[in-house]
């Protein structure tokens, strides 16, 4: 059996999961992470996307919007900016988290703030594009 260690899955809103898992599947800026206990201490940014938590009871995926993931080798934390369980996202929310980004990058004045709004809507376009 696998080394579990804990996991929590914080939105402002709610605490959505605390459980010991397998491991967890994160969306980092850099790229997708796998975390599992004993995992290097690490703190990272979350851009939109999946994660995939694996636990004895099998796996869950949620939708997270942006945050941070603070690891260390006994658990894991992260805190969404929001957050949802991937079979209760609504239908248009995504569409209306698009346009809404397209609309903020159009409006933009700075273009620093036009590409990273841009890069943030393309990051949405590829969520949807993953579930």
Excluded: W
Excluded at 30 to 41: K, S, Y
Excluded at 44 to 56: C, D, L, N, Q
Excluded at 96 to 121: H, P, Y
Aim: proline content about 4%; overall charge negative; aromatic content about 4%.
């Amino acid at each position: 059996m696998a080394d579990t260690f804990t996991f929590e899955l914080v939105s402002p809103e709610k605490l959505l999961l605390s459980a010991e898992v397998n491991s967890v599947v994160l969306p980092g800026s850099e790229g997708e992470m796998t975390v599992m206990a004993n995992h290097a201490p690490t703190m990272s940014t979350v851009k939109p996307g999946v994660v995939t938590v694996e636990g004895a009871d099998g796996s869950s995926k949620y939708v997270v919007f942006g945050g941070f993931a603070d690891i260390v080798p006994t658990g894991c934390t992260l805190l969404a900016e929001s957050a949802v369980a991937v079979d209760a996202l609504e239908a248009d929310e995504l569409d209306n988290r698009i346009k809404a980004a397209n609309e903020a990058a159009d409006a933009a004045v700075g273009d620093a703030d036009k590409t990273r709004l841009a890069a943030f809507a393309a990051q949405l376009e590829d969520l949807k594009a993953a579930i």
